[in-house]
Each structure stands twice: as C-alpha cells, then as structure tokens.
C-alpha cells in the first residue's frame, strides 16, 4: 500500500499564490506518475496536473500557464505551485500516484484550496 499525505491548502484571495506538497510512504517501490486531481463544489473530480518519474508533465487547460508540477523522485514528493488563483480554483485537492505497470491509483485524503476575497 502507498500512504499519500497533502499539505499547503488554505484560503487565499483572487491573485494569491499557494504550494500544495503531497508526501508518499509505505510501498513506495515503482511509483512511477503522482499527480494533483481536484473537486470543486458540484463538479467532477478533475486532472490538475501530473508528472511521470522521468519528468513528463501534463497540465489541464485551465491551469496551464499559472500552476506548476515538481517532485523530488528521491524523497517521492511532489508539489504543486499555484500562481494567480481564481475564485473556480476553490476546490479540495488531491494527490495521486500510479505504479509502474498497474492502473489502480492511490490518493490522498485531500486538502482544502479556497479562493475568495
């Protein structure tokens, strides 16, 4: 089993800036993408962003261009920088990882992004 903690949610006004971090443990062995989902209130839980081992990024259209994905494959972090918030970026965040050759992914219990002034 894979453990993933969040931290760095909170509230922020339009315009601010946060950084999300996600700490993964347990069989952490073969971790290969981690990566950030979201929930607002009403939608879907959406892709944010990812990043494979290897350094591979994706971003949803939404984000690209103010949010940015890092890790640090030796301490399996991974964060998330969060530039010029938008009050429709309040939602609960998520940290994600899939192994290596398997397509069940873990998640974190979530941490909560609120935009507003």
């Known amino acids: 089993q894979v453990q993933l903690v969040e931290s760095g949610g909170g509230l922020v006004q339009p315009g601010g800036s946060l950084r999300l971090s996600c700490v993964a443990s347990?069989?952490?062995?073969?971790?290969?993408?981690m990566g950030w989902y979201r929930q607002g209130p009403g939608k879907e839980r959406e892709l944010v962003a990812d990043i494979a081992s290897g350094g591979t990024t994706r971003y949803a259209d939404s984000v690209k261009g103010r949010f940015s994905i890092s890790r640090e494959n030796g301490k399996n972090t991974v964060f998330l920088q969060m530039n010029s918030l938008k009050p429709e970026d309040t939602a609960v965040y998520y940290c994600n990882a899939f192994k290596w050759d398997s397509t069940t992914p873990y998640w974190g219990k979530g941490t909560l992004v609120t935009v507003s002034s």
């Open positions: 347990g069989s952490i062995f073969r971790i290969n993408v």
